[in-house]
């Protein structure tokens, strides 16, 4: 399957994103989803950094997706496995965020 480049902004800052053909409506709507809630952690005023916004947002659409519930098949098993599964990637991606922001002094 080809991959298509999508040209998006995200809290004014322009991005182009590669995605699967057929797959542009769902990766806009997580664009749009994704400048939803940095906008209104940037309009709240108490953060100003771009990777701290990031960051919340990040954790926080995580938290809310870890909220609702998936389509699973009925079996207890499948059941079990999937909030396993997303807290293991959310404390993967969660290091890696420490990692990048330990490095954030080192930029300036």
């Not at 599964?85 to 959310?90: F, I, P, V």
């Amino acid at each position: 399957m080809s991959n298509k480049q999508l040209d998006v902004q995200i809290m004014g800052q322009s991005y182009i994103l590669g995605c699967p053909e057929g797959g542009e409506e769902r990766l806009l709507a997580a664009v749009r989803k994704v400048d939803e809630a940095m906008c209104k952690i940037r309009d709240a005023g108490k953060i100003k950094a771009r990777d701290r916004i990031a960051v919340l947002a990040a954790l926080n659409l995580a938290f809310e997706q870890s909220e609702t519930p998936s389509p699973t098949t009925n079996t207890q098993a499948a059941v079990a496995d999937v909030p396993e599964a997303s807290q293991e990637r959310l404390s993967q991606l969660l290091k890696r965020l420490d990692h990048v922001l330990e490095q954030d002094g080192q930029l300036i």
